[in-house]
């Protein structure tokens, strides 16, 4: 449980773009989503134009975040977050798809 959360205070942990190195202007950091285990957010560089999704969680040891470059829009962001979980019997799907190399197919079948 995070009792002492501070969500203005983790964003300005978002200082430069790790791309061209530009800092980020405050105003093209979104909030996607904020609860009780931390912060999803989302920056957009004005220079470059790269995106960078990134995740805050406040721990009794101290803030711990994780960032990853994404070609993502942050409403697709949110569709994959509000989709559904993957199951057991999916990750099992797939591995047995890949053991036969037959995977393409599999998603050939989809469309």
């Known amino acids: 449980m995070v009792n ?8 300005r942990l978002i200082r430069r773009c790790p791309i061209c190195n530009i800092e980020y202007k405050q105003s093209m950091i979104q909030v996607l989503d904020e609860n009780e285990f931390g912060l999803l957010t989302y920056a957009t560089c004005n220079s470059c134009g790269s995106n960078l999704l990134t995740k805050f969680s406040s721990l009794p040891q101290g803030v711990v975040g994780n960032a990853i470059l994404t070609d993502l829009k942050s409403e697709e962001v949110l569709e994959f977050a509000a989709g ?8 099992l ?13 599999k998603f050939k079948d989809i469309q």
């Open 93 to 105: 799907y797939i591995q047995q798809a890949i053991s036969k190399k037959d995977l393409i197919n």
């Open 84 to 91: 559904d979980d993957i199951s057991d019997d999916d990750v």
């Open 4 to 11: 002492n959360f501070n969500p203005s205070l983790n964003l």
